[in-house]
């Protein structure tokens, strides 16, 4: 299907919940760029974000993640963008996106996303002994700033992500 997008199409959740594998669908099905805004924050700061974590610290990390997240925004060209999981907990980025997109939270649980992430060791925030509960706390925090920013919210449970991207669309 073509159609003109005259917003970004943001889409927010948590890690893992399948933004980038949902985007890329998305944004191949309505022939626009997709980006993914951590591919973006690796460029910028030219090492991986597991490394920038660990030698420059989160606060450090959410200031490049917020500069990405605007520059992004700003573009014209109307995209599919997903996001970090966190980027909803800086105000200046949930302003952001309710100014510049129409914004989509993949909501699945965190029993789920920890199924998908059981051999996944690139994610810095669950690098942890116990990455289920890290995942039921970072929902607890989370959940009601998706929420504010989300248009949609798409539950995708026992959905693959081709279904959830089509029930995106
Ligand atoms: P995010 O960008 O939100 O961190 P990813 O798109 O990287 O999430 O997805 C994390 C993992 O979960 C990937 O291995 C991906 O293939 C898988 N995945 C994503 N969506 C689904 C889904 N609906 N069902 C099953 N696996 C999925
Ligand atoms: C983060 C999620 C990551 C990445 C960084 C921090 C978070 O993105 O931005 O590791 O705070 O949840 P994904 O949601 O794509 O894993």
């Excluded at 610290?57 to 573009?75: H, I, M, W, Y």
């Excluded at 999981?85 to 920890?114: C, D, F, K, T, W």
Aim: charged share 25%.
């Amino acid at each position: 299907m073509n159609f003109v997008m005259d917003a970004h199409i943001a889409l927010v959740g948590l890690p893992g919940s399948g933004k980038s594998t949902i985007g890329r669908y998305l944004a191949k099905r309505w022939s626009v760029p997709f980006v993914d805004v951590d591919v973006a924050i690796e460029e910028h700061i030219g090492c991986t974000i597991r490394e920038f974590f660990a030698k420059e610290g989160e606060p450090k990390f959410r200031d490049v993640e917020q500069e990405v997240l605007a520059r992004l925004l700003s573009n014209p060209q109307k995209m599919v963008v997903a996001t970090g999981g966190g980027a909803v907990l800086r105000p200046e980025n949930r302003q952001q996106l309710m100014a510049y997109a129409q914004v989509v939270y993949l909501s699945a649980s965190p029993h789920e996303i920890a199924k998908r992430l059981q051999r996944d060791t690139q994610r810095p925030l669950l690098q942890v002994d116990n990455p289920f509960q890290r995942l039921l706390d970072l929902h607890a925090i989370r959940d009601p700033f998706y929420k504010e920013v989300a248009d949609f919210v798409v539950a995708g449970g026992g959905l693959s992500a081709a279904q959830v991207a089509q029930r995106v669309a």
